[in-house]
């Protein structure tokens, strides 16, 4: 049944894995949905081929969206829908600056530090944020695979009682669209759980090049995943955050989940593309160090995927 809001239009910010499987899903479900691309390319792409989604059980169906390149700046929309990574949201803040008052916008990004960046240019009220965890694998600039279901979360960063109604229909529609979407009261418990999640499996996978779920069948990196656990959950104490057992327990349960994945960050490395770890590992490191807590385990870990990565060491911040 699709939901009863019908002008919410969607502009979804990046054409990588998680902007095309959104798209795709919102896109079939009947909801207007318009990509924005980094490059021109993708852009025309989109255009002539369509986006092609492969679902869970491989059929394969054609979709068409408007696209557009991101230097062609944001088209008109009331729910900006933000897929790319940190490193290149900067890059996005004059168009976000732009924007009408009146519209939403939700990141997705892993790790910390897009709030912030997002209330430079933004009121208050306009930003939400999202953590999913859908499995989707991009297999060209118009092709699409769903690899795995999950959930989407949705809400403001601090703790709010009132419901947006832009951000509602969102999760109607997100939840139409076979998306399991629940709107939170508040999203920053779930990103720092998120962030540590991600602060264990990411690096870790892209240093040794393997699958999340090899993590768990060697003693040595799962000490490994252990040790960076308690350096930080210190950190999250320091920010406020209740991290206990059960939130290790989680994140080992989620690399057995992901057992098969290639994580974002291995990814990443694999396409010689800006990594992640700065907002990850970084975002520990810094805040550690104003909270006079050690992580040298995190610091090495992001300098080692710094000079992997081919950025070298001494530009973390
Ligand atoms: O979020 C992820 C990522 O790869 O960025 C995990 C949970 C580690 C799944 O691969």
Redesign the pocket.
Known sequence: MQPVTSDLQVVVVGGGSVGLLYAARLALAGQSVAVVTRSSIQANQLMEQGLWLQSLDGKKTKVTVPAQPIEAGLPTGNLYLLTVKQPDLPALLPALAGLNRSARVIALQ?GMGHQELLAEVLADTQCFFAIH?EGARRHSATEVEHTGTGTLRVGPWQESNSKDPVIAAFVDWASAAGIAAIYEKAMEPHAWK?LL??AL??PL?ALFEIP?GALLDNPYTQGLMRDLFEEAAQVAAFAGQKIGEADWQEIVA?CRS?SR?????LQDVKRHRPT?VQSINGYLVKLGKQAGIPTPLHETLLRVILLKSGMGIGKEG
Do not use: D, F, P
């Open positions: 892993n965890t998120k999640a991600n499996i990411n996978t999340n989620i992901t994945n290639l994580s974002s960050m992640e």
